[in-house]
């Protein structure tokens, strides 16, 4: 029974639901995929792929930047999914060990399917981009963000002594 349905029945669900065969594609190409050999090659070449990832993040769109903003690992939707295509693109074009591939993958098959590989690029390129310090704020502005919060503190005084009145004159009315 088992070798019927493997034979017969799995293949034609592919076949409907895999119409292009790209999950198959995929799925192949995850298989191949080679994370170890692209880890030590990031780290041999570290130091020279660093200003060039830089670069290519700075010139990045605000969807890119968003997924490296928190420290949480980098997730992959809809939403982001053409400025990751393009940021991946960029990877290639500096070649960035096994951006290349996953770019060329990506354009067979879609971001999908190829999720694990692009999350493992991706977190690859986290270490190098710089963390954005908070601004600090000129001291001259700062005070005037006192003197402003000061102005509101009087004025609240002044608005809630009006208000009792008024509340007292409307339960009055009722009566």
């Known amino acids: 029974m088992t070798s019927v349905w493997k034979t017969k029945v799995l293949p034609g669900l592919n076949k409907i639901f ?4 790209k999950k198959a594609a995929a799925a192949g190409f995850l298989k191949s995929f080679n994370k170890e050999e ?3 090659e990031i780290e041999d070449k570290k130091t020279e792929l660093e200003p060039k ?3 290519a993040y700075e010139a990045s769109p605000p969807e890119v930047k968003a997924l490296f903003k928190d420290k949480k690992p980098v997730k992959v939707s ?3 999914s053409a400025a990751v295509t393009k940021f991946l693109d960029e990877l290639a074009k500096i070649d960035f060990p096994g951006a290349k591939v996953v770019s060329e993958a990506v354009a067979k098959s879609g971001t999908s399917p190829l999720l694990p590989a692009i999350t ?3 977190d690859k390129v986290a270490p190098f981009i710089p963390k954005e310090e908070p601004k600090e704020e000129p001291a001259a502005v700062v005070e005037e963000k006192k003197e402003e919060e000061k102005k509101e503190e ?3 005084p002044a608005a809630e002594e009006a208000a009792p009145p008024a509340a ?3 339960a009055a009315e009722e009566k």
Request: a negative charge; proline letters at 0%.
């Open 18 to 21: 895999d119409k292009d065969g």
């Open 38 to 40: 692209f880890d030590k």
């Open 53 to 55: 990832v830089v670069e």
């Open 78 to 80: 809809k939403k982001n």
């Open 120 to 122: 493992f690029i991706l």
């Open 154 to 156: 009087e004025d609240k």
């Open 168 to 170: 007292a004159a409307a």
